[in-house]
């Protein structure tokens, strides 16, 4: 099975600084990557798919990029109002795989 | 408006059974291939189990293969994970969620917590 890494699992950031988070798959898997926002106590929120589409709603500082086996995540601005933890999955098959997360905290 | 709201969660001694529900609403249940996810307090994500729409084919993940069955019944919108054997490793909050033709999770529920303990 396909493994997915994340790093880091955690950051401190200032706001307004670029963040950027990778995800890292053990073998190629197109563009079927998509990532996700989970707030501390919610439930997750998908922010991209197919890679690097933004879905609806999601602010444009958000973005991503990638293919085969390295992923990014990046924040180009960050808000207070992202402080999460965010996931990466693999879908391009099963089993539906997740990274292990990376939480994100304001310094 | 996708509304999926679990149910069926609670306080089980290892070896036991649970069976969780998931009801649907908002969309054309019968159309979608449906999943359950679960999340260990504190831990990450952790996909459990895909049915597709008509049931014609089920995946596991290999922590739950032949102890947890996936089914659903598309005549009452709804989603079931039946979990037998159940270990301490299967506490978490379990939630239903749903995936289009690309199988990432457009949808999730709220969740349901499961507490597998003596």
């Known amino acids: 099975d396909i493994q997915m890494t994340q790093s880091p699992s955690s950051l401190s950031a200032s706001v307004g600084d670029r963040v950027t988070i990778t995800c890292r798959a053990s073998q190629g898997i197109s563009n079927s990557l998509a990532w996700y926002q989970q707030k501390p106590g919610k439930v997750p929120k998908l922010l991209i798919s197919?890679?690097?589409t933004l879905r609806s709603g999601v602010p444009s500082r958000f973005s991503g990029s990638g293919s085969e086996t390295d992923f990014t995540l990046t924040i180009s601005s960050l808000q207070p109002e992202d402080v999460a933890t965010y996931f990466c999955q693999k879908y391009n098959s099963a089993p539906l795989t997740f990274g292990g997360g990376t939480k994100v905290e304001i310094k | 408006e996708v509304q999926l709201v679990e149910s069926g969660g609670g306080l089980v001694q290892p070896g036991g059974s649970l069976r969780l529900s998931c009801a649907a609403s908002g969309f054309s249940f019968s159309t979608y291939s449906m999943n359950w996810v679960r999340q260990a307090p504190g831990k990450g994500l952790e996909w459990v189990s895909c049915i597709t729409s008509s049931s014609s084919t089920m995946y596991y993940a290999d922590s739950v293969k032949g102890r947890f069955t996936i089914s659903r019944d598309n005549a009452k919108n709804s989603l079931y994970l039946q979990m037998n054997s159940l270990r301490d490793e299967d506490t978490a909050v379990y939630y239903c969620?749903?995936?289009?033709?690309?199988?990432?999770?457009?949808?999730w529920g709220q969740g349901t917590l499961v507490t597998v303990s003596s």
């Open positions: 969620a749903r995936v289009g033709e690309f199988w990432f999770f457009d949808s």
């Open positions: 197919a890679a690097s």
